[in-house]
């Protein structure tokens, strides 16, 4: 248990339809990142909050958007959901806002959207 | 812009064999940050092994072994002694100290199969 935990493990949908994915850091970090694993594109930084506040967004679709609350955990919600957002979608946590202390992440949810 | 090239999309190698997985960067930053995860079949990522920029002194870890060369700027993983159990893909990542240092930029990943 790496301690991250990612919520649901798995989300079946249909098209157009919006999902919100649960993340909560390990405990002490502040970092929340997320990230996006598809066949096509790999896996892709999408958005980083810390304590709260985002700090730099990656290849995140205008579809998509996220949050960190004020006990750190954070979500993303993803709406108008189409085939292609079909993914494996992981959190890491961080102690900081910068690599040095290294990411832990959670086991991820698999999102498969028909 | 940082960026990771893992130039082997996927090794196939028979248990016991010795295996070197390659990992490139590009980066501007003088400080930055070089991992490798693991992703066994059960898709979690399984962290590996950290290194700063200012470290290049090789680690070795039971089978694992990591060679840091700034000059070539590569971070390539060897498995001594492979197992089947080593089946998995395997990422390397950057991450910079300067202002993109909010994430990681992940390699595109080599899959790594140990037949029996």
């Known amino acids: 248990d790496s301690g991250v935990t990612q919520t649901p493990k798995h989300l079946i949908t249909a098209t157009g339809q919006r999902v919100t994915l649960r993340c909560s850091p390990r405990s002490g970090d502040l970092s929340v990142y997320w990230y996006q694993q598809s066949l096509d594109q790999g896996l892709q930084f999408l958005i980083h909050y810390y304590n709260g506040e985002e700090r730099a967004k990656g290849n995140i679709l205008e579809r998509f958007s996220a949050q960190q609350f004020p006990d750190l955990h954070s979500e993303l919600n993803l709406s108008s959901l189409e085939l292609g957002d079909s993914a494996l979608y992981f959190c890491?946590?961080?102690?900081?806002?910068?690599?040095?202390?290294?990411?832990?992440f959670g086991s991820g949810t698999r999102l498969t959207v028909v | 812009a940082q960026k990771v090239t893992q130039a082997q999309t996927e090794i196939s190698v028979v248990e016991k064999e010795d295996v070197t997985l390659d990992c490139v960067y590009e980066t501007r930053d003088t400080t930055y940050y070089l991992f490798w995860y693991k992703q066994p079949p059960s898709g979690e990522l399984v962290f590996l092994i950290r290194?700063?920029?200012?470290?290049?002194q090789n680690e070795i870890s039971g089978r694992y072994s990591w060679n840091f060369q700034k000059s070539t700027s590569s971070f390539n993983f060897t498995i001594t002694a492979s197992q089947v159990v080593d089946s998995a893909v395997y990422f390397c990542a950057l991450s910079e100290a300067g202002d993109a240092g909010n994430m990681l930029t992940f390699g595109g990943g080599t899959r790594l199969m140990v037949k029996p």
């Open positions: 890491a946590s961080s102690l900081q806002s910068r690599g040095r202390d290294g990411y832990t």
């Open positions: 290194r700063n920029s200012f470290d290049e």
